[in-house]
């Protein structure tokens, strides 16, 4: 079974640029998480969709965070202006409904310099 | 909003148990435990979960005090490969905000050979 795919795995972009990320999650999942995690940290729950419905996004700066899953399958994340403390792990998630096992991607490590 | 306490690091040597403790004195009845792991440079991985009855499974053993305000992650034999972050995390899967998979800052377990 092919596990939860993100892109690219590095990224290194100046401050006020832009950048997106892309996640796969396992065929069939129905809910699906973004996470921030910055060194030493836990990671830290950014916006979680079930299907195409968004469940939670309290935590997700909206002024330069966005985040979308079109047709509940694939979600892309985007930064924009992305800001030095941006820099950090984005992990993306997946789990077949919302109270069972969530599976990991490997994540993307953004560098903002 | 039940949280848990874990200790920030514990060291154990190579081929023997370790017992990882976490306290949760404010778990409600509907909580359930779980626990998570997160290799070096990897996404975090479901280890094991449980409610009130101690549970086994190919990766550890859970073991839940009688009144459910502290629980132990059992590795059995510790191997290098053991070597990660453990969280311990409570969800509610009776309720979108109590269901949320939140990671506190995890346990840095050190396998020693």
């Known amino acids: 079974e092919a596990g939860v795919a993100q892109s690219p795995r590095y990224k290194i972009i100046e401050k006020r640029q832009s950048v997106a990320f892309w996640c796969n999650p396992i065929?069939?999942?129905?809910?699906l998480y973004w996470y921030q995690q910055i060194l030493g940290q836990g990671p830290k729950l950014l916006i979680q969709?079930?299907?195409?419905?968004?469940?939670?996004d309290s935590q997700l700066p909206k002024d330069r965070f966005s985040a979308e899953r079109l047709k509940g399958v694939d979600s892309t994340l985007k930064i924009q202006p992305a800001k030095l403390e941006d820099s950090a792990v984005y992990l993306c998630?997946?789990?077949?409904?919302?109270?069972?096992?969530?599976?990991f991607g490997q994540g993307t490590r953004l560098t903002v310099v | 909003d039940a949280k848990t306490t874990q200790p920030n690091s514990m060291e154990s040597n190579e081929e023997e148990p370790v017992h990882l403790p976490c306290n949760h004195s404010?778990?409600?009845?509907?909580?359930?435990i779980h626990w998570y792991r997160q290799l070096p440079s990897q996404g975090p991985e479901y280890v094991i979960h449980?409610?009130?009855s101690n549970v086994n499974n190919r990766m550890a053993s859970l073991a839940i005090a009688e009144d459910r305000k502290s629980s132990t992650l059992i590795l059995h034999r510790a191997t290098l490969r053991d070597a990660a972050v453990y969280y311990c995390?409570?969800?509610?899967?009776?309720?979108?905000?109590?269901?949320?998979?939140?990671f506190g800052g995890g346990t840095r377990l050190m396998v020693k050979p």
């Open positions: 969709f079930q299907n195409n419905g968004v469940v939670d």
């Open positions: 995390i409570l969800r509610d899967p009776t309720n979108n905000a109590g269901n949320m998979l939140t």
């Open positions: 065929s069939g999942h129905a809910t």
């Open positions: 998630a997946s789990s077949l409904w919302m109270n069972t096992e969530a599976f």
């Open positions: 404010t778990i409600s009845g509907t909580d359930y």
């Open positions: 449980g409610l009130t």
